[in-house]
């Protein structure tokens, strides 16, 4: 389970930095 949370954690900060980039 903490593992994927982190998985999904660095995928929503990815995306974020992806958003803001744009």
């Known amino acids: 389970v903490s593992s ?4 999904i954690n660095a ?3 990815e995306g ?3 958003d803001v980039a744009q």
């Not at 994927?4 to 998985?7: A, C, G, R, S």
């Open 16 to 18: 974020f930095s992806n």
């Open 4 to 7: 994927k949370q982190v998985v």
């Open 11 to 13: 995928l929503v900060q």
